[in-house]
């Protein structure tokens, strides 16, 4: 563990003006997304501000699966910390702010490398929804390609906020993007949505490549997925108490 906290600094922490619940809540997002297999080392999770919609949390840069409260911090609408006392924070963080930006419906996001979507950000096949829970994916997911408005070649990474808002506007107002040879983002209007589309958004990607090499897929119609997402977003609080209990207990905390 790294000591976060030097002599000067403030004896608690986070600050004052995070909601206690949205910083426990986004706590526990980081360690249900490592303990589902959407991160390991790698990506990140934040949520928007309850008190200030311009801001957003996220971790310090680490493990999702390591992180506690007081790793959380908080970034302005240019994806600078408030405050930042010295500690690391992730080269793509643009990816949030950006978000955010675009997105005032969006209260949360989430940024993997998660693999079975890999495939579908490097080849012609469209991520489309094969089974009900993956209903959000009823537009299919669009590829952002870095290589279009990088102007020369990079490492894929975020890492500033024109790349940021680039990707926000290949988004649009879907759920879930990908991004070709990185990773994915999926958003939604809550910690709990984005962490549930995040998930089934690989279990869809590692379906669909089993199912295609069977034969045919039978996909969901965009009115099938369309009502299968809104059943589900009425019931978000039961897989996530479930993946709470379990990611919790698996972290020791
Ligand atoms: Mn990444």
């Not at 999926?186 to 089934?200: K, N, P, T």
């Not at 869809?204 to 009115?223: K, W, Y």
């Amino acid at each position: 563990m790294k000591a976060s906290t030097g002599s000067s600094s403030p004896p608690r922490q986070p600050a004052a003006t995070f909601d206690a619940n949205l910083v426990d809540d986004l706590v526990a997002a980081n360690r249900i997304l490592f303990d589902q297999g959407v991160v390991d080392g790698f990506g990140h999770v934040s949520a928007r501000s309850d008190h200030n919609r311009a801001r957003f949390l996220l971790s310090r840069s680490m493990a999702p699966g390591l992180v506690k409260p007081d790793d959380i911090m908080e970034f302005d609408e240019d994806a600078q910390p408030v405050e930042p006392r010295e500690r690391a924070v992730y080269l793509e963080r643009f990816i949030h702010s950006e978000i955010y930006k675009a997105r005032p419906d969006v209260n949360a996001v989430v940024h993997s490398h998660s693999p079975a979507v890999i495939p579908f950000g490097v080849t012609n096949v469209l991520l489309r929804p094969l089974f009900h829970i993956a209903g959000f994916l009823g537009q299919g997911a669009p590829v952002f390609e870095i290589r279009d408005v990088a102007g020369t070649a990079t490492d894929l990474l975020i890492r500033d906020a024109a790349l940021g808002a680039s990707l926000a506007t290949t988004l649009a107002d879907r759920p879930v993007a990908l991004m070709r040879g990185h990773g994915s983002v999926a958003v939604g209007i809550s910690l709990q949505q984005a962490v549930f589309r995040a998930i089934y958004t690989e279990i869809n990607a590692r379906l669909q490549s089993e199912a295609m090499r069977l034969g045919i897929v039978n996909f969901l119609t965009p009115e099938e997925a369309a009502r299968a997402a809104s059943t589900n977003d009425a019931v978000l609080a039961r897989p996530w108490d479930l993946w709470k209990r379990k990611a919790m207990q698996n972290a020791g905390a």
